[in-house]
């Protein structure tokens, strides 16, 4: 049985289901204040936090089914709101994290899949961005999640837990068959703030900062389908299942879209037109983030399916109607 923690939240439901429809007997631990309890779709769901001993001992030692690994996607991941907490994102994305795979390491649970971010780059100098690329983060969020990376590399050492690290790109689309979206509260992602505004339930987009080092002056990232990152965990877990040993991997689709192009993909794509207001540039965003994948595709044989922009645009958007 395979521990999802945050398996309520956006990528860990999809990632669940995934995980089912391989055959894989899934639990499910999530503290609701992020995610949403109609999206666990494994019968087995713990509430309650990763960072409690006690509950991770009932469930790694009680559980019907042994537990043989943790997929983990229980941080927060706010960019903004990392700057104005870091000690909340800390807490939340550090030290409860080292509680879990402490507890992890006591009951000889040697196999972890950890959801980390390419905000652990920074602002590269060269793009495409490769696992070789120095790190820099340039918030607390990024900070959060390249410690997390380091003590993985020491539990390796010192415990023999084999990792798999994926640093994500940007994560958007939903679904294809409508059983699950993307539902943030509040929704800090360009994609489905866009689509908000195509329907009518939120006046305008702002557009952060307009004078980057970039073709039409906005922000370029790349864009990757949640499901799409789905079928790369499930490869993970196959590649640490065959005794290999831990890897860092980046997923994402290797194209970059600006701002500007998003929108435009957007009015597109729901026939609406969607009106902006320019702002000002917020704190930690860098002017360009694009993935090179090759490690991913080579190494685990991971091949993007949904993730052209138009297909990320199209089942956001079917997944937001009513």
């Not at 309650?48 to 997929?71: E, H, N, P, R």
């Not at 709101?81 to 939340?92: D, H, R, T």
């Not at 415990?159 to 294809?176: E, L, S, T, V, W």
């Not at 685990?300 to 937001?320: F, H």
Request: glycine share 8%.
């Amino acid at each position: 049985m395979i521990l999802v923690t945050g398996g309520a939240g956006y990528i860990g439901s999809h990632c669940v289901k995934s995980l089912m429809k391989k055959g894989y007997e899934v639990a499910v631990l999530d503290n609701l204040s992020r995610g949403h309890r109609d999206a666990v779709l494994t019968p087995h769901f713990f509430e309650g936090s990763i960072g409690d001993a006690s509950l991770l001992s009932k469930i790694f030692s009680s559980s019907s089914k042994k537990i043989s690994a943790v997929m983990h996607f229980s941080a927060w991941t706010y960019v903004g709101e990392s700057v104005e907490k870091p000690a909340e994102y800390y807490q939340n994305n550090v030290a409860q994290t080292l509680a879990l795979l402490t507890a992890m390491r006591d009951h000889g649970i040697k196999q972890f899949i950890f959801s980390s971010t390419c905000a652990t780059y920074g602002d590269v100098q060269k793009i495409p961005i490769t696992e070789d690329t120095p790190i820099g983060p340039l918030n607390p969020y990024g900070h959060s999640k390249r410690m997390v990376e380091l003590i993985l590399a020491d539990f390796d050492r010192a415990y023999g837990m084999k990792h798999c690290i994926f640093r994500y790109f940007n994560a958007a689309g939903a679904d294809p068959e409508g059983q699950l979206a993307e539902r943030h509260d509040p929704e800090t992602h360009l994609i489905p703030i866009v689509l908000q505004v195509a329907s009518g339930t939120r006046s305008h987009v702002s557009i952060f900062g307009t004078d980057y080092p970039t073709p039409d002056g906005t922000c370029i990232r790349d864009y990757i389908h949640v499901n799409d990152l789905s079928d790369a965990h499930i490869l993970g877990i196959e590649y640490l299942e065959a005794g290999k040993p831990s890897n860092i991997f980046n997923l994402g689709s290797e194209t970059g879209f600006s701002v500007r192009e998003v929108i435009k993909m957007c009015e597109q794509v729901t026939g609406k037109k969607v009106p902006v207001k320019e702002a000002a540039r917020r704190a930690g965003d860098a002017p360009r983030l694009v993935a090179d994948s090759t490690r991913a595709k080579t190494v685990l044989g991971w091949k993007t399916k949904l993730s052209d922009i138009q297909t990320i645009v199209k089942t956001a958007w079917a997944s937001m109607k009513p």
